[in-house]
């Protein structure tokens, strides 16, 4: 493998400026920058198409914001730092007093330098990001502020990046998939970005057995469009790699695909033992990235993501502080050198030629069953009512099962032949809660119940 460190370093500083979000001129320019490393396809989605059981939303342009104090000094610029926006904010322009302005600020008092990063792309409000520092430095109760944030939602497109490298005879194909959503963080995602590109940079200078389809889009939304508007090739696809968090300087780890058994993670685990490198084990969880979509029932692609630093688990993830002192070139190579050493590895062993699709008719199916009647990526839960909170502040909490995960779960499992035994089992949440959840998803017209196992649907009720 080629050096990369010099470029590694080149295209970070450059892409890290960019306010990227799920639509924008941002991405556009990233995908452009992108382009100078591979001859990656831009495309776009038009605002409005619906794709499973979301929409694209109207495309989302900022040109400045800030708030001033009562001399009309400016105390936040989002010319300091694209984080100072919530992500999607609507436009607004008004004097407002501290107790009222307070529900529009966002700062975390326990990592007092580090701006938080918060997005709105479904609910229409504003906000500000600042530091818990400048907060108790600007910020007084008596005083009025003024705001403004010249923004705009109008219709336009989402766009996206892909490069399909072709392979030899065999006909097996690889997912690489990185999203390009994230505005100014380095190890959540500029990381996996620039990775990703000199990773095929890389693969299309060799020889290989196995077709790629390497994808560059926002994260969640961008994914289901894809997956919606390419259907029948994501089903022909055996195996992938969702890249995030690659970059930071913790331990290594890999994030399991949601079959444990499954190749990929055996071949994973081979190159991180052929490297001598100790790293972490995650078992496949519900959260995380983009391997929801593509491990859903409709498509079922078994993707591991490779970690340094993963998300979730280091202070500064979604803030200000995961910036390039955090993330390294070096770490960045060493992470490239991993994902080339697992497609090495693929790429000898063949095993792509005799891979079967998964199947579950091994599950019991005794008692009840449920089926998700969205089995193509996951169902956009705050428009059915099933989740709220503002985006980037949502964190699993370890060893804790919330009403969150049983939902998850059950979305992800019941395919009307897993019962829900089935599904206490693997995942281990007490069968009670799994059934008061299925009942209030029936409610929703989520999931039906089956009156026998995969024959008769109870969709009347
Ligand atoms: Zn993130």
New binding site residues.
């Given amino acids: 493998m080629a050096d990369y460190i010099e470029d590694i370093d080149k295209f970070l500083k450059r892409l890290f400026p960019i306010n990227r979000s799920i639509t924008g001129d941002g991405n556009r320019e990233t995908l452009r920058i992108l382009q100078e490393i591979i001859p990656l396809e831009i495309k776009e989605y038009p605002s409005g198409q619906k794709v499973y059981d979301w929409t694209i939303p109207r495309e989302w342009r900022v040109k400045d914001a800030w708030i001033k104090n009562s001399k009309g000094q400016k105390v936040i610029d989002f010319k300091d730092s694209n984080l100072h926006v919530v992500g999607y904010s609507v436009p607004v322009s008004r004097k407002i007093k501290l107790s009222e302005l307070k529900g529009y600020l966002h700062y975390l008092e326990n990592l007092p330098e580090a701006i938080p990063?918060r997005t709105t792309y479904y609910y229409e409000t504003w906000g500000f990001c600042i530091s818990y520092n400048d907060y108790i430095k600007y910020f007084n109760d008596d005083e009025t502020y003024e705001v403004l944030i010249d923004s705009q939602l109008k219709d336009g497109g989402l766009s996206y990046g892909e490069f399909l490298i072709e392979g030899g005879k065999n006909s097996g194909e690889i997912l690489i998939s990185t999203y390009i959503c994230?505005p100014s963080?380095g190890n959540?995602?500029l990381a996996g970005v620039v990775l990703t590109a000199l990773l095929a940079k890389e693969l299309s200078k060799r020889k290989l057995n196995y077709s790629y389809r390497i994808v560059f889009a926002p994260?969640t939304i961008g994914v289901i469009a894809y997956c919606c508007n390419n259907e029948t090739e994501m089903k022909k696809i055996n195996t992938g790699f969702v890249v995030t968090t690659i970059g930071g300087p913790g331990k290594f780890g890999y994030k399991q695909s949601w079959q444990r058994d499954h190749f990929i993670n055996k071949v994973t685990e081979e190159a991180f033992i052929k490297n001598n490198i100790d790293y972490i084990k995650y078992p496949f969880d519900i959260h995380g990235?983009d391997e929801r979509q593509y491990s859903s029932q409709g498509f079922r692609i078994n993707t591991i993501s490779i970690t340094k630093d993963k998300?979730y688990e280091y202070p500064y993830?979604?803030t200000s502080l995961d910036n390039l002192d955090f993330v390294k070139p070096e770490y960045i190579q060493e992470s490239l050198h991993l994902y080339l050493c697992v497609i090495e590895k693929l790429e000898k062993s063949r095993i792509l030629d005799v891979h079967v699709q998964p199947d579950s008719t091994r599950f019991s199916s005794q008692g009840e069953v449920y089926k998700n009647l969205y089995p193509f990526c996951e169902v956009m839960l705050s428009k059915h009512g099933l989740l709220s909170g503002m985006g980037?502040s949502q964190l699993p909490v370890n060893g804790v099962i919330e009403e969150l995960d049983i939902i998850l779960w059950l979305l992800f499992y019941c395919d009307g032949k897993m019962s829900l035994s089935d599904i206490s089992l693997k995942t281990g949440i007490p069968l009670d809660s799994l059934r008061y959840v299925a009942l209030k998803l029936k409610d929703k017209r989520l999931l039906v119940k089956n009156v026998k196992k995969g024959i008769h649907c109870d969709v009347s009720s």
């Fill in positions: 990063y994230h963080m959540d995602n994260e990235s998300s993830y979604h980037g």
